[in-house]
């Protein structure tokens, strides 16, 4: 009989009376079921597998002895398709260090040999490369003309597995000053092999909507995550990890929430301007119940959603969807818009290629993602921002509904900042409140620098330069100079177009 007219009950009393059969064959349902994770269960879909595919389990000095007295064939729809293994743990916890060209990882192999092929070496022997970046860079104890020619590195610190210095005799010379990056050097090492322990990363796993009664606290990292449910997080390395997506949602939420840490309090960096601007935002992203319902006599108006324009983005424009969903769960009544501009906003993104062909009713060519959620929506501009500024595509901008987030945007940068001075003066013009992040200090007050020398005083500060309480606590390395360390999102500040206040003149 046909098992498609088959009861499940005879098919269950069938393959009772086939496991005698199935366990000479050393397929157990008890090594199924655990190397699948599925319940013992026979599969009621008909699947034949062909005879000519059969592997047999024996060894080959049973091979003869075993087609003799081969077993008769199961019945359609009661074969078990064969598992795939489990990912192999390529990396345990204790066994994380390894020196970047002994990686059993291919992929650290790799940067190792683009780090020998671009770095050059640190020790004050040799002459410059380029121009220094900061006081602290290591090209500032060079000499530009005295001095031995540029070496590429070479050497790998056995403390921490990097290839820092062209020699070991240039590592011992100056072992002083590579001792203040050594430690956050290995621990770059550890953090990157375990993104590649074939672990699982309980870590990556974020909640959904909590009830709004529930306040989540934003005073730390570790504030926000229990009060927002995260999974306990017991270890600094996989709290590093969650940071590292994490710190693009949470650091606009931060500002822009009304339990923001950044108030106008001693302390909280935020201005008086700063906290106009951001009232009018945090108006928006908090309301008042209406009383709308699911019926007829519940409708109300529903305003437009909050717009946060990301300029110049890369890394975040690639982040999994489920990390900027965190956006609509600490503000639920309000629907988003992010919109990743900028023309390297599809990078990590290969396998979204080709872009959409630009047409009249798509003339930049956006990549819009309006499935994600009710609430979200997320569009892409492979294109500059004072391109579609000057078109008036995203024409009129409203204080309440729009925002401007600059990651790491380098504007003070001698290789960007050129990409800026056209797109700066249209920012400010818009009169909406502009967050900006910086990599380090140093970078975040060249930044800050370079506007105010660019602009005049046509800024208004909103939220003085400091440490984002919600920096990424991940440190990355940079390959073109291995003494380069920094982390995502380390300073925060903002700004804007200055506002003229209207005055009456006394007769």
């Given at each position: ?195 590649y322990s074939g672990r699982r990363f309980n870590e990556f796993e974020y909640p959904g909507p909590q009830m709004e009664e529930a306040l989540v606290n934003m005073t730390n990292w570790d504030t926000f995550l229990y009060s927002r449910e995260f ?277």
């Amino acid at each position: 009989m046909p098992p498609s007219h088959t009861c499940q009950r005879c098919l269950l009393s069938l393959s009772n009376g086939l496991r005698p059969q199935l366990r000479t064959s050393r397929i157990s349902l008890r090594a199924i079921a655990s190397a699948s994770g599925q319940p013992t269960r026979p599969s009621t879909a008909p699947q034949p597998l062909p005879a000519k595919r059969r592997v047999s389990t024996t060894s080959k000095k049973d091979q003869s002895t075993a087609s003799e007295t081969a077993l008769p064939r199961t019945p359609p729809g009661l074969e078990f398709r064969k598992p795939e293994p489990k990912q192999r743990v390529l990396l345990e916890p204790n066994n994380l260090f390894h020196p970047f060209s002994n990686s059993p990882v291919p992929e650290i192999r790799q940067r190792a040999a683009f780090q020998k092929q671009h770095a050059y070496c640190p020790h004050p022997d040799h002459r410059q490369t380029r121009q220094p970046m900061n006081p602290d860079d290591a090209e500032a104890k060079k000499s530009p003309t005295a001095g031995s020619a540029p070496a590429h590195v070479r050497f790998e610190c056995p403390d921490c597995g990097v290839p820092v210095y062209c020699s070991e005799e240039h590592w011992a010379d100056d072992y002083e000053s590579h001792l203040e990056v050594c430690d956050t050097l290995r621990q770059i090492n550890e953090d990157d092999h375990d993104l590649y322990s074939g672990r699982r990363f309980n870590e990556f796993e974020y909640p959904g909507p909590q009830m709004e009664e529930a306040l989540v606290n934003m005073t730390n990292w570790d504030t926000f995550l229990y009060s927002r449910e995260f999974a306990a997080i017991n270890n600094d390395r996989p709290l590093r990890q969650a940071t590292r997506l994490l710190t693009y949602p949470v650091t606009v939420a931060s500002v822009l929430h009304e339990l923001s840490p950044y108030n106008i309090r001693k302390g909280g960096r935020l201005t008086t301007e700063g906290l106009k601007s951001l009232s009018a935002l945090r108006y928006t992203l908090h309301p008042p119940r209406t009383g709308g319902g699911a019926d007829v006599k519940g409708l109300r108006l529903n305003p437009p959603a909050v717009r946060i324009f990301i300029v110049g983005a890369r890394a975040e424009s690639s982040l999994p969807r489920l990390v900027w969903a965190q956006l609509n769960y600490l503000f639920p009544r309000v629907k988003f818009h992010i919109i990743f501009i900028g023309p390297e906003s599809m990078a990590n993104r290969d396998d979204e290629f080709p872009l959409p062909p630009r047409t009249p009713s798509n003339p930049f060519g956006a990549i819009v993602e309006d499935r994600i959620s009710p609430e979200l929506k997320i569009s892409t501009f492979v294109e500059y921002y004072h391109t579609m500024h000057k078109a008036g595509h995203f024409y009129p901008y409203d204080p309440y509904f729009d925002c401007f987030m600059l990651f790491h945007p380098g504007l003070g940068h001698p290789a960007s900042s050129h990409e800026w001075e056209e797109t700066l003066p249209l920012l400010l013009e818009t009169k909406v409140p502009i967050l900006a992040t910086g990599y380090t200090e140093w970078d975040m007050q060249r930044d800050l620098k370079w506007v105010e020398e660019k602009m005049g005083g046509e800024v208004d500060l909103l939220l003085e330069p400091g440490e984002n309480k919600f920096r990424s606590l991940r440190w990355d390395l940079n390959d073109l100079d291995p003494q380069d360390v920094s982390c995502g999102n380390w300073g925060l500040w903002a700004f804007r177009g200055k506002r003229y206040e209207t005055t009456r003149k006394e007769e």
